[in-house]
């Protein structure tokens, strides 16, 4: 069959992945990376431990090596991401701010990082995993200080730094109807009203094997219908070990239910899954005893769960 990228091109959405900088020099990576996908998400590099690792000294060169590499290969990239509690660095997450310090130091960072990449990017993860399961705020530094505003503003910074790139709130566990969608459904629809510049909500998808929700595509419509885009951004299908076969076979039938919701909601842009191989997936770090979450295996081999995304794309 045709690649991924082409087949999903055909269909009017990309299929990306996340890359790592530190893989580009490794040339089976980098063959599978550039044929399969047009779409790339850099998976630690545009981070603010990256980028702005202590306050106004910042750091690009890992992120650039991933846009330079791009560029040259036809993909677009999706930039990931502004505003998180996670990978921030202490002297942001231990700061003993004002709310009119830390506005400035999320501004600062958002002007300089969006900044750097204005024009260039399709797409930022402006605002990364702000809520908790049951639908209320997440306590990190941002809402202890800012409180609630300080996603909008975050947003509203963005617009300003690239007035080009598509501005995402992206999540996890909200694939399906929940608490957490609810809310995070409540805020998009608030921000509509409100005129705050969004424009996209990602979903990301870090699935256990055969809980791929039944009403993602539900999920995703009453999104769209808000009049953002929708996309799963960071997909990948976790198998309790060992792999067996009939576990690959459930693995394909997930990974293809998630791009045919995709396909049937026409505001859904793309799919990318977190990594081009089993091998460098972060599943196993995190999740002892899981893993095999992705489309290739360790030696880049293409997985049933790969061609569970070709049946979906409508290759042969
Ligand atoms: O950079 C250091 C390196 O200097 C050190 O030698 C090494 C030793 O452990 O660690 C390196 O940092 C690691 C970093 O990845 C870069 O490889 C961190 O320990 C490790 O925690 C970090 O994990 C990343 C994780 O986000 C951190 O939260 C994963 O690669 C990355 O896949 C994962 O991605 C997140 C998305 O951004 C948001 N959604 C969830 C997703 C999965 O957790």
New binding site residues.
């Given amino acids: 069959a045709a690649p991924l990228r082409q087949l999903a091109e055909a269909k009017g959405i990309y299929f990306g992945t ?1 890359v ?1 900088a ?1 893989r580009l020099g490794e040339s089976q990576y980098v063959q599978v990376l550039d044929r399969e996908f047009n779409s790339v998400t850099p ?2 590099e545009m ?1 603010w ?2 980028t702005e690792p202590s306050r106004n000294s910042f750091n690009f060169g890992s992120a650039d090596q991933i846009v330079n590499h791009a560029q040259a290969n036809g993909q677009i990239i999706r930039g ?2 502004l505003v ?1 509690h ?2 921030l660095p202490s002297w942001v997450s231990n700061g003993n701010w004002t709310a009119s310090e830390l506005t400035q130091v999320m501004e600062n960072h958002i002007s300089n990082v969006a900044g750097r990449y204005r024009g260039k990017l399709y797409a930022w ?1 402006v605002v ?2 702000a809520f908790n399961e049951d639908g209320t705020r997440r306590q990190t530094v941002f809402q202890r200080v800012l409180g609630d505003g300080y996603i909008a503003t975050a947003f509203r910074a963005a617009r300003a730094a690239d007035p080009t790139a598509k501005l995402y709130y ?3 566990n909200i694939e399906g109807i929940n608490a957490k969608s609810n809310a995070v459904y409540n805020m998009v629809r608030q921000f509509k009203q409100q005129g705050v510049p969004i424009d996209g909500v990602g979903f ?1 998808g ?1 699935f256990i094997l055969g809980q791929v929700p039944n009403d993602l595509q539900q999920n995703l419509q009453r999104f769209a219908d808000l009049g953002v885009e929708v996309a799963l ?2 997909v990948d299908i976790r198998i309790p070990l060992p792999v067996t076969s009939a576990k690959l076979a459930q693995q394909r039938a997930d990974y293809e239910k998630v791009v045919r919701a995709c396909l049937a909601v026409s505001k859904c842009v793309g799919v990318t899954v ?2 081009v191989t089993d091998k460098y ?3 196993p ?2 999740f002892p005893g899981e893993g095999a979450a992705l489309l290739f295996d360790d030696n880049y081999n293409p997985k049933p769960a790969y061609d569970g995304v070709v049946t979906a794309l409508g290759g042969d």
Wanted: glycine share 4%.
């Fill in positions: 996340a790592a530190n998976e630690n981070k431990d990256a990931h991401t998180w996670s990978q993860d990364n995993e992206n999540d996890y990301q870090h951004t960071e977190w990594g997936s972060w599943v770090d995190v």
